[in-house]
C-alpha cells in the first residue's frame, strides 16, 4: 500500500519517518516487531531442519517426497522440534510479540511453541517479507492426549500480518512469471506449488485454507 511503499522507501534512504497519527505509527512499529520475530523464526527452523539431529525423520520424509536440497533451501523449509518451548527460548523476543505473530501461545508452563513436530512451509507476502507458516505433521506422529490423530497440517492462526482468506501461498515466487504469461494457476496446498514450479511451471499458487473467498 501507499505508506508501505513511503516506509520502505524511506528505509532504503535511511530518512525517519514521523507519523500524523500517532496510533499508526504505533500500530506500524508492532507490525515490524512481528515481522522481524517472523523472520527471525524462518531462520532458525530453516537451519533446524538442515542440521539439528532431531530433524532426521523429517529430512527422510521431504526427500521420499523428493525435495532435495536446492528445493529446500530456496523455499526456506523448517522443522519446528517436538518440545515444549526450544523456539521461545531462542529467539530471545517479548512473548507477547511471539504470541501476536503466532510463533508462541500461552501455556501452563508460561509461553510456549506453537508449532511442534512438524515441516515448516513459511509463507511470504508478494514482497517475500514472511507472514506465517503451514504446518505438515510427519506420517506415524504420535495421537493427542485425548487419543486423536493430529491435524495433518496446522496454519499459523489469523494475526494482524497473517489472514489466511487474503493469502496466496508462492505469490511471492510466482508473480513475475504469472504477469510475463498472463495466467496464475490456484492449486490446493504447498507442496503442489513446489511440483508444478520443478516442472517449469513457477505461476502456480495456493489458498491457505480449505476453500476460495472472495477476497
Known amino acids: 500500500d501507499f505508506q508501505g511503499a513511503v516506509e520502505q522507501l524511506a528505509a532504503k534512504s535511511g530518512i525517519a519517518l514521523r507519523y500524523t497519527d500517532r496510533h499508526e505509527g504505533e500500530r506500524r512499529e508492532a507490525r515490524s516487531k512481528l515481522r522481524d520475530a517472523l523472520a527471525a523464526a524462518v531462520d ?100 493427542m492426549p485425548d487419543g486423536r490423530p493430529p491435524a495433518k497440517y496446522q496454519n499459523t492462526p489469523e494475526t494482524s500480518l497473517y489472514r489466511k482468506s487474503k493469502v496466496l501461498y508462492g505469490l511471492n515466487w510466482a508473480k513475475d512469471e504469472a504477469v510475463r504469461t498472463n495466467e496464475v494457476i490456484v492449486c490446493e496446498g504447498y507442496t503442489d506449488v513446489i511440483g508444478f514450479a520443478s516442472v517449469g511451471m513457477a505461476r502456480a499458487v495456493a489458498t491457505c485454507g480449505t476453500a476460495l473467498t472472495d477476497e
Open 44 to 143: 532458525w527452523y530453516h537451519e533446524r531442519l538442515l542440521a539439528a539431529p532431531d530433524a532426521g525423520a523429517a529430512r527422510r520424509y521431504l526427500r521420499d517426497r523428493g525435495f532435495d536440497g536446492d528445493t529446500v533451501r530456496h523455499y526456506r523449509l523448517g522443522w519446528a522440534p517436538d518440545d515444549w518451548d526450544q523456539l521461545v527460548r531462542a529467539l530471545r523476543f517479548p512473548p507477547k510479540v511471539l504470541v501476536d505473530a503466532g510463533l508462541g501461545r500461552e501455556g501452563r508452563r508460561g509461553t510456549i511453541d506453537f508449532f511442534r513436530g512438524r515441516v515448516l512451509f513459511p509463507i511470504f507476502d508478494a514482497s517475500g517479507d514472511p507472514l506465517g507458516f503451514g504446518g505438515r505433521i510427519l506420517p506415524g506422529a504420535r495421537p
